[in-house]
């Protein structure tokens, strides 16, 4: 299925990310951390690269993914970026929840930034929206088990 590349672009910061933060340690006018901590260059990298290794895997069911599983994992990190942006902008601090946000910012990147090189149908948008959030929450409860995650959301 089309959404794979997000999923796995979403998943692969937390098992590869760390190092130094996107933001720099900055502060945004609201003396809030732009991003914060838990976003970094290297998780940056790893959830495009991992995603788009997907997609290539998948492009050979259907080759609009060989260049559309790029744009949806980009699309899926710069939307989890936005989704942190927000949050600190509240000032819930990182890896605290932010219910639906949490469980959707990165699919609705992928979505967007993906349809410009795949087409797809509303029903399946519907679907991928209404299965994620409890795919989201079970698979970071599974971390959270494994002692990969520090929270179960």
Known sequence: MFI???YVANAAPLL???GTPLDGGKNFLDGQRILGAHKTVRGLFAGIIAGSLIGLAESPVDSHLLLGGIMIALGTV?????GAFLKRRIRIKPGSPLPIVDQLDFVF?????????????LLS????????PPIHLGTNY??????????RW
């Open 142 to 151: 599974g971390a959270y088990l494994l002692g990969i995650k520090r929270t």
């Open 4 to 6: 794979g590349p997000s």
């Open 125 to 132: 948008v519907l679907i991928v929206i209404l299965v994620t």
């Open 109 to 121: 990147g992928g979505l967007l930034l993906g349809r410009v090189f795949f087409q797809m149908n």
């Open 78 to 82: 710069l939307g989890d970026l936005v």
């Open 16 to 18: 590869l990310g760390g």
